[in-house]
C-alpha cells in the first residue's frame, strides 16, 4: 500500500535541541516538501526538493533545515535557532514539481516544546 | 508572488444545507487550483483540482468548484452537506512559473450539524 509514513507522530524538544523528523515515501515520487501547519494561517512551506541531492528553501525556512540523499526521505531537522518550533508538521509528496501535480501528505508530526 | 485567501475561517451548517466556501488567489498568470480536505484525525486529501478546459470541475463526495478568471476566485460547493463533512478544507494554487510549490490559504473549519 503506497503512501507517506511520517514518524514519530508526537515529539517533544528541550530547549537547545535539535530533533530531527522522518519522513519516507514509497510512491517513486520525485519531488518532496515538509509544511507547518499553525492554527489559523494554513500551511507554509519550509522546504522542497525536486530531486535527489537537491532542495530549495520556502517560505519559512529559518531555524529547519534538510537532507535527500535518498529519493524515499526527505528527513527535516528543526535546530535551536527555530524559537518557535511548537506546529504540526506535515510531509508531501508529488510525481514532479509539475504545477498541475497533486501532493500527498503524510499524517504529520505534532512537535512541542517541554 | 502567489497567494490565496479564504475568508471563511469557522463555517456551521445543519446536515442537508448547501454549501460554498470562498477562495481568492492573487498572481496574474496561469495558475492550477485545488482543493484539499482534512478530516479530524486523518491526513490531507486531494478534493479536486483544476487545471484548464472547463471552469466547473467536479471532485469526490459531490463537491464541486468554479473557477471564475476575472474574479480571481476558485469557490468550492456541495448542495447538501452530511456530517460525514465536517472537516478543515484548504484552497491552494500553483503556478507553472517561479517556485514550484503549493501556496495554501489559511483552511476554513466546517461543522455540520446533524
Known amino acids: 500500500d503506497g503512501g507517506i509514513t511520517q514518524s514519530p507522530k508526537y515529539l517533544f524538544r528541550k530547549e537547545g535541541q535539535n530533533v530531527t523528523l522522518s519522513c519516507e515515501q514509497n510512491?517513486?515520487?520525485?519531488?518532496m516538501y515538509w509544511y507547518r501547519q499553525d492554527p489559523g494561517q494554513g500551511l507554509r512551506l519550509i522546504y522542497y526538493?525536486?530531486?535527489?541531492?537537491?532542495?530549495q528553501k520556502g517560505d519559512i525556512a529559518e531555524g529547519y533545515s534538510v537532507s535527500r540523499e535518498k529519493k524515499e526521505s526527505f528527513p527535516l531537522t528543526v535546530t535551536s535557532a527555530q524559537k518557535n518550533p511548537t506546529a504540526f508538521y506535515l510531509c508531501?509528496?508529488?510525481?514532479?514539481?509539475?504545477?498541475?501535480?497533486?501532493?500527498?501528505f503524510g499524517d504529520g508530526t505534532r512537535l512541542s516544546i517541554l | 508572488a502567489q497567494s490565496v485567501s479564504q475568508h471563511n475561517h469557522h463555517v456551521i451548517l445543519s446536515e442537508a444545507a448547501s454549501l460554498e466556501l470562498g477562495c481568492n488567489y492573487s498572481?496574474?498568470?496561469?495558475?492550477?487550483l485545488f482543493w484539499y480536505v482534512q478530516y479530524p484525525g486523518q491526513h490531507l486529501q486531494l478534493l479536486l483540482k483544476?487545471?484548464?478546459?472547463?471552469?466547473l470541475v467536479k471532485g469526490i463526495k459531490g463537491f464541486e468548484a468554479e473557477f471564475i478568471k476575472s474574479k480571481f476566485s476558485f469557490n468550492l460547493r456541495k448542495p447538501s452537506v452530511q456530517w460525514s463533512d465536517t472537516a478543515e478544507y484548504f484552497c491552494?494554487?500553483?503556478?507553472?512559473?517561479?517556485?514550484?510549490?503549493?501556496?495554501f490559504g489559511s483552511g476554513t473549519r466546517l461543522q455540520v450539524q446533524p
Open positions: 508531501a509528496s508529488s510525481a514532479s514539481t509539475r504545477s498541475n501535480q497533486p501532493q500527498h
Open positions: 510512491l517513486n515520487h520525485d519531488a
Open positions: 526538493s525536486q530531486i535527489v541531492n537537491d532542495f
Open positions: 498572481y496574474g498568470g496561469t495558475v492550477n
Open positions: 483544476y487545471f484548464s478546459g472547463d471552469p
Open positions: 491552494a494554487v500553483n503556478a507553472p512559473t517561479g517556485r514550484r510549490a503549493l501556496t
